[in-house]
């Protein structure tokens, strides 16, 4: 207790001497205009106060201040960025990508050690651990993993039998939670966590403890990572730390001992802090890179876990909650599955890439409910971004950047009737009517996640072992329209989503 209050104090006190050193004054001198302020959270009052969900409250500011293509705020007393305009996205992203390369989280791995990966670090660091693990997802990898992918979809499939007969109501986001700890542990931590059948084991407690992550901390890790390093506050608890440690260590010590290979996520990882960089014909790694350590491996483990169970399961259950409400785009995607696995014969990593309707279905999730709604930089050399028409700002060093995700995909002047879910606004000729960075579930650029095809085969296999056998209708227990989370970094709903599933 006594700890808790000295950091209240301090923070009280740096909050004090910042609003006389600042004031609010930072786009006032540089003429660009910014909503109004407010002593001491500036611009974030609405989430810090959980009032609103981080994604949908920069959705609103979007829509309503867009026409600026540029305009500032402030977290606290530091002064950000926010880009409304795909063009000037598209240069922070690719363009000016050597300006803009960082996303701004300053995390000390020694107080967060499973933080130290490809999402979080920045730099020099970044790029080289980029050029290590890129080969490892590659299409042949991908492929490699399918039949891991395939058996964790087979066993969702088995599990919801009894509740199909019956007609039964099920929550969708709990269920496909499950499916994607099992794929994610099984092809990360090579470790078979049972989460399917077992709801309430270890493995499904921890997912559900990673979840609980406060957006406060992330929030004082980009604009006072002073703070967070100075009382050694964790982005996530310790127990967690260790937990997916000690799983990853010992899974590497029993292969090792065992010489077990297996074509997935983790044996690539192996294979990388083995590696001889000079001797290595045995993967896709180039020989200019050096090993991973341990640590670092682990890391890379966990923010694919991290990344790919909450992501993959969010976009699945919002898919499935949409085709439940438009019976007609189910009977389209259950036709498509049931062709096109007649004529592959099953399912197979080649007969889900031919999926062009679901291919359209997923993007369309995506499209409205963006598992990452707001996407972070951070300008790491000044630069002068008069360089587009009718802008003229110079961007100072160190200036978080804010792009929001949620507010481009609903946006009625980019996606008409926003609201309304229509697959169709990816088909090819509608998609070359639209800027092509006004759509970024997973980024762009240089720091596009590395992951995406894999998450598109994680989504697409879920949904194709379901539909191919069940019909999905909603439950009056659901929410609507879906009330979210205030409190979640990600487009949580308050209640879940419940729908009936029945045998076709």
Request: hydrophobic share 40%; glycine share 4%.
């Amino acid at each position: 207790m006594v700890l808790i209050e000295l950091i209240g104090a301090f923070i009280i006190a740096l909050i004090i001497y910042l609003y006389y050193k600042y004031d609010f004054n930072f786009w006032k001198k540089r003429h660009v205009f910014n909503p109004t302020p407010s002593f001491p959270m500036g611009n974030i009052t609405a989430i810090l106060t959980g009032r609103k969900q981080a994604g949908v409250y920069a959705h609103d500011v979007y829509l309503k201040y867009k026409d600026h293509r540029i305009f500032g705020g402030y977290v606290f007393f530091k002064p950000i960025l926010v880009i409304a305009d795909p063009n000037i996205i598209e240069i922070i992203l690719k363009t000016k990508f050597r300006s803009f390369h960082d996303r701004g989280l300053n995390i000390n791995e020694k107080i967060n050690p499973l933080f130290d990966n490809l999402v979080f670090i920045n730099g020099k660091k970044w790029r080289s651990l980029r050029k290590k693990l890129s080969p490892t997802f590659s299409t042949r990898n991908i492929k490699e993993m399918f039949d891991i992918v395939k058996e964790c979809g087979e066993e969702l499939t088995n599990y919801l039998e009894n509740k199909a007969k019956m007609r039964d109501a099920i929550e969708m986001k709990d269920i496909f939670a499950r499916y994607t700890t099992d794929v994610i542990m099984s092809t990360a931590f090579g470790t078979k966590s049972n989460c399917i059948q077992d709801p309430n084991n270890e493995y499904r407690r921890q997912s559900k403890n990673i979840l609980r992550m406060k957006i406060s901390r992330f929030i004082l890790g980009m604009s006072m990572p002073g703070i967070m390093d100075f009382f050694s506050i964790p982005i996530i608890d310790q127990s967690i730390n260790s937990f997916y440690m000690n799983i990853f260590e010992e899974n590497v010590k029993y292969r090792k001992a065992h010489k077990e290979i297996k074509r997935d996520f983790m044996n690539l990882l192996i294979e990388l802090m083995d590696k001889d960089p000079d001797n290595d014909e045995k993967t896709d790694v180039t020989s200019t890179v050096s090993k991973l350590t341990m640590v670092e491996a682990a890391s890379q483990s966990f923010i694919f876990f991290l990344a790919g169970f909450e992501t993959s399961a969010a976009t699945s259950m919002f898919a499935i909650y949409e085709l439940a409400e438009n019976q007609n785009i189910q009977d389209k995607v259950h036709k498509e599955i049931d062709e096109i696995l007649t004529k592959h014969g099953g399912l197979t990593y080649d007969a889900v890439s031919e999926m062009t309707y679901l291919e359209k279905v997923v993007n369309e999730t995506l499209r409205k409910y963006p598992p990452i709604p707001i996407l972070h930089r951070i300008c790491t050399e000044e630069i002068d971004l008069s360089i587009v028409n009718n802008v003229n700002i110079r961007v100072p060093k160190g200036t978080p950047i804010v792009i929001p995700v949620l507010g481009l995909h609903r946006d009625p002047s980019i996606y008409p009737d926003p609201e309304r879910f229509d697959p169709e606004r990816f088909a090819a000729d509608e998609k070359a009517k639209r800027h092509r960075y006004t759509f970024l579930p997973f980024g762009d650029g240089p720091r596009v996640c590395i992951g995406k095809e894999f998450g598109y085969i994680e989504t697409k296999v879920g949904l194709v072992s379901l539909l191919l056998k069940y019909i999905f209708k909603p439950h009056p227990r659901t929410a609507k329209p879906l009330v979210y989370n205030e409190k979640s970094l990600g487009l949580a709903i308050k209640g879940g989503v419940h729908l009936i599933i029945e045998q076709r």
